[in-house]
């Protein structure tokens, strides 16, 4: 499953170019029995099965023996959850500083709790909504961190300028031809001013957060440059409410 995360994109390169190391661990291979069994019907009833606390709390503890070893002392541990603090650009700003991440992917309807006596983890969301296991958010997770590793993007301010990275939604982006079929490129982004296009940019970024996610800026202290943006746009907002 993880072929995605590490053998493609910008995760992929990031990899082979050992700006990361991302390393698996199957709590299959920490069971005692024939079947090697992971899970079991859950105390009390009810639908699904639960990943036992044994495999997971042997998997976990090989991995913190082998990060001890690289002279890792208390890595961070996620267990990826619905129940968990939403992920967002701040985490991942945050984890990324991280010098290991261990995350726990579960399957079924969840662990047994003791797994959370017996380990410090700490549990993540991606969203309010339920997939089938941890695996892919723990991919998003990722992919959201090693985007952020220095080197890991081919141009280097492309990270800085990503949607979120100053607590604003991205400008719209165009590229050739300059006119497609009567829909023109803003003749701006052409014109070589660079002073001129950052305007613009800001300009679109603001407007953007303004109008989908006026939540965004609710908390985020402004510029002067970006109250003079957002005082302009309040203005042409009061005069016409147009589709951006
Ligand atoms: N596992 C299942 N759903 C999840 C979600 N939304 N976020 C993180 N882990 C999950």
Redesign the pocket.
Known sequence: MFAALTQFGVSGRAVKQQLCCVKFWNPRDFTQDNYHTVDDRPFGGGPGMVMLVEPLDLALTAVKTELLRRGVVAPRMIY???Q?RRLDQALVEELVREPALVLLA?RYEGIDERVFARHRLEE????D???S??EL?AMVLLDAVIRQIPGALGHADSAREDSFADGLLDCPHYTRPEDYLGLKSPPVLRGGNHAEVSRWRLRQALSRTARRRPDLLEHRAMSPVELELLTELLGENHRETGPE
């Open positions: 990826l959850s619905p968990g579960g993540v969301s991606i969203g909504y339920v997939l296991g941890g958010p």
